[in-house]
C-alpha cells in the first residue's frame, strides 16, 4: 500500500463514528490474532518452582551467592 494510499484511509477512518472506530479496532484485532502464530507466554515462577532437584550443581545457592560475593571482593583493581 503507497503512503497515499494510506493517509486515504487513516482520514477514512477518522471520519468514523467512535462505535465505528471500535468494531473495525476489535475486527483487525481479531485478525491479527488468528493470522499470527502463538505469541510465545511467559511462564510464572509458580509454574516452575521446584522442577530442579536441590541442590542444583551440588552448591546451596546461599553458598554459592557468599562464596561469588567474597571472591569479588578479593580482587584487586589498580587504577592507571
Known amino acids: ?32 490474532q488468528e493470522g499470527c502464530p502463538k505469541l510465545k507466554r511467559h511462564r510464572k515462577w509458580r509454574e516452575i518452582c521446584g522442577s530442579i532437584p536441590y541442590p542444583f550443581f551440588g552448591e546451596d545457592a546461599q553458598s554459592w ?3 561469588t560475593r567474597s571472591e569479588g571482593d578479593d580482587t584487586s583493581f589498580s587504577v592507571v
Request: charged share 35%; aromatic share 2%; glycine share 0%.
Open 65 to 67: 551467592l557468599s562464596r
Open 1 to 32: 500500500m503507497s503512503a497515499k494510499e494510506l493517509d486515504e484511509l487513516v482520514k477514512k477512518v477518522e471520519s468514523l463514528k467512535p462505535d465505528e472506530q471500535l468494531f473495525l479496532i476489535s475486527h483487525i484485532a481479531r485478525n491479527l
